[in-house]
């Protein structure tokens, strides 16, 4: 089926759509904060542009929304109705570039993680999970 938009307006919808400084992010920004630790956002020079970088851990976390990057949760397993094809393969090239942008990270001696939006919901858990993440000097967690 067809965009129920017009061309140009689909262009302003999606320029709306924020790409740093999420809800998920600054959450996890804040259980970091709680926890200790330092760290560096959306550093331009790295592969991916982590949102979250932590140097002297050489950890690198990226805060994904489960349906942009094709979580397996409800959320990430929905595909919308209209304009099918497109959300395909709009969500196959944001996991494809997100595995290279990872892989890349990995060669140059970085610890790669994955926070999805869908874990936000037990922030304990999550919390427990970062706390150990910043707590192992070596190894990787995805």
């Not at 395909?88 to 494809?96: C, E, I, Q, T």
């Not at 890349?104 to 993680?113: I, T």
């Amino acid at each position: 089926m067809a965009d129920v938009f017009t061309p140009e307006k689909r262009s302003a919808v999606m320029r709306r759509v924020k790409g740093r400084d999420t809800g998920p992010e600054k959450t996890v920004r804040r259980l970091l904060t709680a926890l200790g630790a330092r760290y560096r956002l959306h550093r331009k020079d790295l592969p991916g542009r982590p949102d979250i970088v932590m140097p002297g851990r050489r950890l690198a976390l990226f805060v994904h929304g489960c349906f942009w990057h094709g979580h397996e949760c409800p959320r990430g397993a929905r595909v919308p109705e209209q304009n099918r094809d497109y959300w395909l393969g709009k969500v196959g090239r944001n996991r494809a570039r997100d595995e290279t942008a990872q892989a890349a990270l990995r060669e140059q001696g970085w610890r790669v993680a994955v926070v999805w939006e869908c874990e936000l919901k037990d922030e304990a858990g999550l919390g427990a999970r970062l706390r150990a993440m910043l707590g192992t000097a070596s190894g990787d967690s995805s």
